[in-house]
């Protein structure tokens, strides 16, 4: 900073000399013009009036032509303006000199700064004294640009190391155990952990999750542990198949729920072991300092990586117990082979015997669909829960009280009684009913549109297991009206509900 203020002083110093000389160069050059106008103007003057070049004809001029006298003075008005302008002219000269140096020092500042960047020095700031405040801002957000890229290029590196470095791990040991005891200590190790334990889904049990490896404070941790599916953090990660992050560790959460010690870590990830959505596990890795973004993203790779290996080791081991038991079941197949061959000729006689019975059933179902036929246009059919609600009728009932099927399922049985019948009647129906017993006779119902038709009834429970579990009934349509009422009068003499006038 001293030599700058010497070198700007210097300059100072010569600028102030040159532009003192120059002003006084031109008020030479002023005097020098004013004299040479005033030689000019005698001379042409001199030789206008064709007078010899004398003071006598000086003289004459003079006192002749008062404007000589004018043009006498000339040399000190030059003089005077030709100083006024070198003066001005360097003062403005001075003014560029100065902004020059200026804009020097300020893209010296510049330089510095890009110096600075260049030599990876990404802390450094544009100096203060640096005049464009938005050019500054610009510049700092740039370098602040490139320490992100630099701090992402570095997290790059670290992460693609760590992924080798763990891929070698994974290739180089086959065995389950081993290799949760290895990668927990690689992990641990690589994110500057304090705490790490491995769970694997148990492969006879799918709702629990043992621990197959522990390391701790650089060294193993021996023990087993078992957690459920869903119990804990932990067995909620499994369960989710979605990491978990506490910064706030409560203080008893390793004792109770990880099996990592008794210390309180300030930071806990649990991450589970999934490849294409399919979890073989968990990893839980404590530390005393928080783990970063980029952190938590290579421990989730790793996770993948690791489930993989896990995943195809367990598949592989399923194929070859399949294979066993696949060889297994073909020496049981060839002792079956010959049983199988005695049984096909039974089987072939079995199989003439059932088309036999087939036809017959066929025939016997051609019969009973032409029964059901003839039942549906000449009886009118419904069901009934054990309270009388209707749950089905045919279309013969619909035909012959008018209503359609969805107005009366749903209905009790008295949605179509009509008011002329005895209660006594539905009594006794209710009655033999409820002890398994079919009920017959005239019952007298009503239309939808008011009117009346009479039928001959029959109603059978239906038992199952010993209970009645519903009703169904037949009734057949007495067009007869007449006729109908002879039969009911009879029906009522029979129960002795008829009036002795009636009668």
Sequence with gaps: MESFSNTYSGTYNFLSLNNHTFKY????????????????????????KDLPFTFESVDILYTSNPTHWIILTS??????????????????????????????????????????LENGNYTASVSQEFENATVAGQLEHFRDKLLEGKSAEERRAWE??????????????????????????YIVKYLSCNQGSVYILNEHDADTL?????????????????????????????????????????????????GLGMATPSCVVIVPLKHNNEVAGVIE???????????????????????????????NQDIKRLLE????????????????????????SVQEQM??????????????????KVLGLTTILSESDLYGTITFVNDRFCEVSQYSADELIGQGHNFVRHPDMPAEIF????????????????????????????????????????????????????KDDTHAQRLFLRQLNTLGLLSPAVV
């Excluded at 100083?83 to 000269?93: L, N």
């Excluded at 049981?332 to 005695?342: P, V």
């Excluded at 088309?355 to 059901?372: D, G, P, T």
Aim: charged share 25%; proline share 2%.
């Design 75 to 116: 040399p000190f008005f030059l003089t005077t303006l030709f100083y006024a302008m070198g003066r001005m002219i360097g003062e403005q000269e001075y003014k560029i000199e100065q902004q020059l140096q200026r804009e020097k020092d300020q893209f010296s500042m510049l330089e510095q700064f890009i110096a600075e």
């Design 355 to 372: 088309v036999r019975q087939l036809s017959e059933n066929v025939n016997m179902k051609n019969q009973l669909e032409a029964r059901e």
């Design 427 to 478: 009594a006794r129906m209710w009655k033999l009913l409820k002890r398994g017993q079919p009920f017959q006779g005239i019952i007298k119902n009503r239309k939808k549109d008011g009117t009346h038709y009479w039928v001959d009834a029959t109603i059978m429970p239906v038992i199952e297991n010993g209970k009645i579990v519903k009703y169904i009934g037949a009734r057949y349509h007495i």
């Design 160 to 185: 693609n190391q760590g992924l080798a470095s763990f891929g070698d791990l994974l290739r180089s040991v086959s065995d389950i155990d081993k290799l949760s005891d290895d990668a927990i200590r």
């Design 210 to 258: 043992d621990m197959k490896a522990c390391y701790a404070f650089d060294r193993k941790k021996f023990g087993s542990q078992t957690i459920g599916v869903g119990q804990g953090l932990v067995g909620q990660c499994f369960l989710e198949k979605e990491p978990v992050i506490l910064y706030d560790v409560p203080r008893n959460y390793i004792k109770i729920t990880s």
């Design 325 to 348: 038991e696949s060889q297994v079941h073909m020496e049981e197949l060839r002792s079956q082979e010959e049983e199988m061959r005695q049984s096909l000729e039974e089987l072939q």
């Design 285 to 315: 890795v404590a530390s005393f300092h928080r783990l970063e973004e980029y952190h938590i993203k290579f421990l989730e790779k790793v996770a993948e990586a690791f489930a993989s290996v896990v995943l195809s080791a367990r598949s």
């Design 25 to 48: 160069r031109m008020a030479y050059l002023g005097a020098f013009l004013g004299v040479t106008l005033i030689i000019i103007a005698m001379v042409v003057d001199l030789f206008a």
